[in-house]
């Protein structure tokens, strides 16, 4: 089988690794955390990187820090994956889902503008230090929305100068997940610094994996330090159990930072390497029945998973399975999910549903040979003769 995202695990994984193991230095302290977050830092250009433990857990509390509480709503796109709204709801919040633009599936800014425009109005309130805080609510209820979260679906951005202006307006704090574009930018600018938060993930199929792992980016000073003080359970003294917050165990342990240094050091290639095959598969398939995803002005996309819209995607999906090519139906809409049915889904033409008929994932790991590659494309071609 061809598989689909695998890591890529050909650096110095081994030798960090055992560096630990010699060393003792296995668990929550220890050189390669700091290490890690210096170089994602210097990477991505935020000033601050705090590890995790995932994805979802930068997810988690990053929204927290944003400001965001019980009863709130969250602004996230239907298409996403669900560790996305599972973090809203982990704050007693509730996604407030947007379709998705048919061409880039990323959250339809057209339809955020008219609805924030024609349903939200907006209330000024005191926050502890008596400064005044405006906020977005919406008219039918008085519910506050507590944050924007744009999701970078598969590496690809919106128009974040547009979003951000929108957050502005709209008072809306911006928490990007990032977590799929490690190494996309926006008119330079790197993914998740874009916002008050960004969350990256190092699962198994991200560009780069620590098998599991999380970081969050922030150009906030103090707001690192929390986020820090948070995924150490709020830990006040060295020495004594002093405590002053309800923290959380999130933070990434030492031999997985160790991995993530690893990774980190073979990243521009890993980019590369993507692009290439991102390249020869457009150019050979292409057509009629087959389009990429459409990469709008400005966007320079990590290509993390090659995936596609095409027509008669399920027949498509089962002849590449028989021929041992490994791929994946994009996800289920987040509003067709068991939990998330009853949260409010902005639509004019239900694009997500189309979406997820029609895009299926085909093999994008780095360590795929040529021969591999040029085995999918010729897969698929004969599937459409
Ligand atoms: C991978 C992913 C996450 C979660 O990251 P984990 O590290 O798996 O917890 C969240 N959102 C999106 C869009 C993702 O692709």
Redesign the pocket.
Known sequence: MIPLSIPNISGNEWKYVKDCLDTGWISSVGSYVNLFEEKVAEFTGAKYAVAAM????A?HLSLQLAGVRQGDLVIVPDI??V??CNAIAYLGAEPLLIDVDPLTWQMDLDILEEFLDQKSFTVGSYDESGNEVLSSHIKDTGRRIGAIMP?H?LGNMVDMDRLMALSEKYHLPVVE?S??ALGSYYKGKHAGTFGIFGTL???GN?IISTG???MILTNDANLAKKAKHLTTQAKTDPFEYDHDAIGYNYRLVNILAAVGVAQMEQLPGFLKRKKEIDAYYRNELESENLKFQKVTDGVEPNNWLHTMWVEHQRPLIEHLLKNEVQCRPFWVPMHQLEMFKSCTFVSEKQISEQVYRHCISIPSSTGLTDDQVHKVAEVIKAFYI
Do not use: R
């Open positions: 995932n994805g979802t857990a997810l996403t994956f560790a996305s999701v679906v997940d977590t799929e993930s190092f699962n991200k599991g792992g999380g």
